[in-house]
């Protein structure tokens, strides 16, 4: 078996997306570092940066890679499969690989839908693509999916999750324009998520095993990140509170390292049944300042339609504790779940307006494949948009329903994500400026060195009603720069 000794490592673009500017891939960070731990040369073209296949093909030329790898979501794949049958096109003989949520979720029929991709790795793919790179016959290497010589597509079947996550080396992101990205910094602490709500994916691409890594490694990484200027970090975890003596370890050792200059957030969302009020104070005390929860529904009889295990009282206490300590908090809920109504959703609606949240949101459900509520909605022949097309361009920000019930049907469905939202909108304007005009004055202050009457002047002119048109570019450029050499 060949081994490949250069790898070009592309970061997908999705066009149309509702993202507002890249975040640095984190994935791709996890491959980049362990790729070079193996000794390994390997660069990164990010396609959402850059925009231009034009460039990319000059990459390809200058650095000639024997191998090119490509990570990418389901969202907009059709025009990922295009990118990638342009480099084919272009450069026959170079191999592509192709991974991320999408090949894990979707498996061989990626293979086959996208003749451009010779091997495809799914799940963890740290490991896997290092054998690959080393030379192993792909049927000897787990989690890998190859065209056999005879073209026959095959899968080596998957392979066992890391359970030691400090093993596997975290992105420094050496590779990356750093400069180039946001100035906040995902963590991602854990992998895998224990529950079993019916419209989660995550089991399906990383798995329903919980791994944490130590507190010790978790702090390791803020002080190096806060040594490079980083003060703006997220956890990009699905379940960061669910060792609780752990987080504690974590926010006794951001303490004793002399982190206290340093802003958290949490907006992957926690659950309400994995924090106390003495967690919650004790995460505000050393720089957690965000925190969302994924509510879902607004009563009981939807959460353990949607198997939640959780239930209303817990959300609500949890909610309120976290808004009593003074967090930023962010709700999430979801429309049209199994046997909900119009009545359901008008619960979840009271719930959001029960406290002073700066963000609520109201979200279409997507039937992804291998879920229980893909095959529920199937089962029931709920579909009004077929999966084929719509994993191609679903969003949770798109009024566009893909299934209907008779409890809720389609035009209701519509209706009321324009309701909730727009509600929703009026509720949380208030928290939503302080939020904003807090985070302009910390980094103002901490990035560019402005304080006192001026400081004051520049977040008042930001409230003015003139400046309406330019007050999302404005807090774009906050989020995104913040080292004083961007300035």
Request: charge should be neutral; proline fraction near 4%; glycine fraction near 6%.
């Amino acid at each position: 078996m060949k081994t490949f000794d250069k790898i070009l490592l592309i970061n997908a673009d999705y066009p149309d997306s509702h993202y507002y500017f890249a975040g640095l891939p984190v994935g791709i960070g996890y491959l980049s570092e362990v790729l070079s731990a193996a000794e390994i040369d390997n660069q990164i073209f990010d396609l959402s940066l850059e925009r231009d296949i034009n460039k990319l093909k000059k990459k390809i030329e200058t650095y000639r890679p024997s191998l090119i790898g490509y990570s990418l979501f389901t969202f907009r794949h059709r025009y990922n499969y295009k990118v990638m049958e342009n480099i084919k096109k272009a450069f026959p003989s170079v191999p592509i690989v192709a991974g991320g949520p999408h090949l894990s979720t979707l498996r061989e029929s990626v293979l086959m839908d996208c003749e451009a991709i010779d091997f495809g790795v799914t799940l963890e793919g740290e490991r896997t693509l290092v054998e690959l790179c080393e030379g192993k016959e792909p049927y000897r290497i787990k989690g890998l999916i190859y065209r056999d010589e005879c073209g026959k597509i095959s899968y080596s079947g998957d392979r066992e999750f890391i359970r030691d996550l400090d093993s596997i080396p975290s992105p420094r992101y050496k590779k990356f324009n750093l400069k180039r990205y946001p100035k906040n910094m995902n963590i991602v602490t854990s992998r895998g998520c224990p529950y079993s709500c019916i419209y989660c994916p995550v089991k399906a691409t990383i798995g329903k095993m919980l791994r944490v890594k130590s507190a010790e490694s978790v702090v390791e990484d803020f002080e190096y990140w806060n040594k490079q200027g980083f003060r703006d970090f997220s956890i990009a975890d699905d379940n960061f509170t669910f060792y609780q003596d752990r987080v504690y370890d974590i926010a006794d050792g951001l303490k004793q390292k002399g982190l206290t200059d340093i802003r958290i957030s949490c907006g992957n969302g926690v659950r309400a049944d994995k924090v106390n009020y003495d967690l919650l104070k004790r995460m505000k005390e050393v720089g957690f300042y965000y925190m969302a929860f994924g509510v879902e529904g607004g009563n009981d009889r939807v959460l353990k339609n949607l198997k939640k295990g959780e239930n209303i009282e817990t959300i609500r206490n949890a909610v309120k504790m976290a808004c009593d300590l003074d967090y930023q908090v962010g709700l999430f809920f979801l429309i049209g779940s199994p046997y909900e109504t119009r009545k359901d959703l008008d619960d979840s609606i009271k719930l959001a307006q029960e406290f002073p949240v700066c963000e609520a949101s109201f979200y279409n459900l997507i039937p992804f494949p291998n879920t229980e509520l893909y095959e529920w909605v199937k089962k029931n022949d709920y579909f009004v948009e077929s999966p084929q097309e719509y994993l191609d361009w679903a969003s949770h920000w798109v009024n566009k329903p893909l299934f209907a019930t008779p409890e809720f049907p389609y035009e209701e469905r519509k209706k009321a994500y324009h309701y909730a939202n727009s509600l929703m909108k009026k509720h949380v304007k208030k928290e939503a400026r302080k939020r904003e005009v807090w985070l302009i004055k910390q980094k103002l202050h901490d990035y560019y060195g402005i304080s006192g009457f001026l400081l004051d002047a520049v977040t008042w002119a930001y409230t003015l009603p003139l400046l309406q048109g330019t007050r999302e570019e404005f807090m774009a450029y906050i989020r995104r720069h913040g080292q004083k050499e961007d300035a």
